[in-house]
């Protein structure tokens, strides 16, 4: 398996930074097939590779989303909020298929997996 990476920028230019708003393009009624994150002028933008499944995660220009990207409410709560530290995950096969952060701190809150191309949305909540 090629040695890849899952995000395509360094993280450091966005920690800590306020998130403005999050918009997406829906795939179907269970997913997304694109979300960004909007900070400043840049966006977070995840999204899925077609071929492998796995999530790739860049950082662009906020002006460049197209304007028919709608909001995402399931994670709406997170405007205002300063984006905190991000995990990366990878499947037992080695495929990089999660993406995770937090915001306002260091405690994991919200996950988006690349399922069958689509990102799902995942609340992580602490059991302490």
Not at 66 to 71: C, F
Not at 94 to 118: K, R
Request: include cysteine; glycine fraction near 8%.
């Amino acid at each position: 398996m090629a040695d890849r990476t899952l995000l395509q920028f360094d993280y450091e230019e966005v920690h800590g930074r306020i998130v403005s708003r999050v918009v997406g393009r829906r795939d179907g009624p269970a997913g997304w097939a694109s979300i960004a994150l909007v900070i400043e002028d840049r966006a977070i933008v995840l999204r899925v590779d077609d071929n492998t499944d796995e999530i790739v995660v860049t950082l662009e220009g906020a002006s460049d989303l197209p304007s028919d990207w709608t909001k995402v409410a399931e994670i709406a709560d997170v405007v205002g909020s300063a984006l905190g530290w991000c995990w990366i995950g990878r499947n037992y096969l080695g495929y990089l298929d999660m993406f995770t952060l937090s915001f306002s701190g260091v405690n994991p809150q919200v996950c988006f997996l690349g399922e069958a191309s689509t990102l799902t949305i995942k609340h992580i909540i602490a059991t302490c």
